[in-house]
C-alpha cells in the first residue's frame, strides 16, 4: 500500500532525525535516498489528492457500515462516545461531510458542522446533553467543529483545506438563508505555552497593572506570577474551570469569584498568543489550529472563555475555544490568506486586537460583528 509506505518512510525519517528509533541507525546515503522518495511521494500524492480530484459529499445515518465505523474509530477532536453520539452528530441540524477518491476505499477526511443562528462559543451548544438544534430553515451560520485525517501517509497533503473548500460550496447550496461560516476550534498549545512564557525570560512582561491588581485579590501574600502559575496547572485548572471550590486560591472567596479575576487576565494573554506567539523563519502561528485555518483565509473572530470543560481541554487551554470565521467571499478569504503565507499578518477582529492591546484594564470580551 503506497500509502502506508509514505507513512512508513515519514515516521523513519522523523525517528532517525529525533534518535528515539529503538536502536534504528540509518547512514547519511540512506536518509538521503528515504528523504528523495518521500518527497517524490509527497509531489505525487499533491497532484493525485488535489481539489480536482477528490470528491466531497455528505455522509449520513444511513451510509455505510464501514463509513460510519472510520467516523467513530479517526475522530480526533471531539471523542465520539457511542452509536448514539454518532447519531446526534449525523442528525438533524448537524451535517458531516467525508473527501472520497475514487481509487482509495473508505474516507480520506471529514468534518463535523453544526447549523445554529448564531456564532456558537461553546461546545456543550453543539455536543453536550443539552445541546441545542433549530429549525433548519432559522439557521445563518454553519460551525465547524471537527475536522479528522484518516490516512496518515497523506499527512502533507492538505485534505483539510481541500475539504472545507468543498464543503462550504455544499452547505450554501443547501442552506440558502445561512451567510455565515465559522470554527469552533480548540487551541492546543495555550497552557503549556502561557507557563512557559510565565517561568522564562519574558515574565517581567507578562502581566498589566490591573492584571497584577486582580492575581493579588486571589492571594495577598503570593507573588501574582506563581499565583498565575498555580492556577493554570492542569490539576487546579480542573477545580475552577468546572466550577469546583478546594483549590487553595478558592479558600478566599467562591469560584465565581477566582473565575472573575482569572478571566481578563487569561484572555488578554490568549490574545497576545495569537497575534504574536510565531514560530519558525517564515513567521507561522505557534498554534497549529490557528496556522491551519489562517493559511486557508480565515479570521481570527472570537475568544471563548469556558468553552469546552473536557480534560483533554483543560490541559491543552484552560476550557478556552476559538471562533475562526470564513469570508462569503472568495476573494477576500484568498487576500486574508496571501497575507498570512508571505507576510505572518494575522486577521483578525477588533474585539481581538483590543484585548491585546491593553494593559490588563478590559474586563471582559465583547462578542464579535463578524
Known sequence: DILELSHNLKSAANTNETGGGRGLDLDPRTLEGILRLEEDLHSLFKHEFGEERVIARRIEKGSDTEILDILMKYESVHTITDKKDLFDRLG??????????????GVLAF?????????????EDIIG????????KDARYCIFY????????LSHVSLGQVLLHKAIPLLKAEFANV???STLSP????????????RGNEKASVLGKADVERLRAISTDSDPLEVLARAIEPEQARLW?????SSEEANRGSVHTLRAALKPVLLRQLA????HAKRGQKEKAFDPVANFHLGNGAVLAQLNWLADTSDRRICQSLGMMVNYVYDDDPGRREGFRESYLHHGNVTSSREVRALDENDGAQSAVPKSKL
Not at 111 to 123: E, F, G, K, Q, R
Not at 272 to 275: A, E, G, I, K, S
Open 92 to 105: 438533524y441540524s448537524r451535517r458531516c461531510f467525508g473527501l472520497f477518491h475514487p481509487k482509495v476505499p
Open 179 to 181: 451567510s455565515h461560516f
Open 146 to 153: 471537527s475536522i479528522s485525517s484518516v490516512q496518515p501517509g
Open 272 to 275: 497576545h498568543y495569537f497575534l
Open 241 to 245: 474551570v468546572r466550577g469546583e471550590c
Open 111 to 123: 468534518v463535523h458542522v453544526a447549523l445554529t443562528d448564531s456564532l456558537t462559543s461553546t461546545m
Open 129 to 136: 446533553a443539552n445541546r441545542k438544534t433549530i429549525s433548519e
Open 187 to 198: 487551541i492546543p498549545k495555550f497552557r503549556a505555552w502561557l507557563s512557559e512564557r510565565i
